[in-house]
């Protein structure tokens, strides 16, 4: 069964959102590693690859219903940061709106009752609350990193660890 058109509309947009997201941490992570914080750029780069890959589950899952995929073009995201914990509250803002952006697409999905794309937003959810504890944290260590260069390198290291999923 076809999606209806507001919800595939909806969801071509949250594809743009999720790109656009996986650009912004691309370029978080290129600033990172050109002001010397090598794991902080990793880390980045494994959220941009993650965003990524949400884009691509909502693309299978519009074809899947039989509907038609619109890209449109990504906003160029901003390259230049203050510092560490500047970047990393812009990432917790930034996860804050896609969970707001989430939410209201799984609105329009119950407004449809198109239970299937309900369901599969679900995930989405969940993960958006993963996201949102992850740069929580970040952003309440680098509360307690303060400027030290030493608890900076040791915070980038920490981050370096990460692993994708």
């Known amino acids: 069964m076809k999606l209806e058109q507001k919800v595939q509309k909806a969801m071509n947009e949250q594809i743009n959102k999720e790109l656009f997201s996986s650009y912004l941490y691309l370029s978080m992570s290129a600033w990172c590693e ?30 899947e219903r039989g509907s038609r995929v619109e890209l449109e073009a990504i906003e160029k995201p901003k390259a230049e940061f203050k510092n560490l914990a500047s970047l990393f509250n812009q990432v917790l803002e930034h996860e804050q709106k896609v969970s707001a952006s989430i939410t209201s697409l799984y609105e329009t999905a119950m407004k449809g009752n198109d239970y299937p794309s309900q369901i ?18 970040i ?5 307690k990193v303060g400027d030290s260069p030493v608890s900076l390198m040791m915070f980038d290291r920490q981050l370096g660890a990460r692993t994708g999923k």
Not at 36 to 46: D, E, N
Not at 130 to 136: P, R, S, V
């Open 139 to 143: 952003v309440d260590l680098l509360k």
């Open 34 to 63: 050109s002001e010397g914080y090598p794991g902080c750029a990793k880390w980045l780069g494994v959220q941009s690859t993650e965003e990524n890959e949400h884009a691509i589950k909502i693309l299978h899952f519009i074809h």
């Open 120 to 137: 599969m937003l679900q995930w989405f959810i969940t993960e958006q609350v993963e996201e949102e504890k992850n740069a929580n944290e």
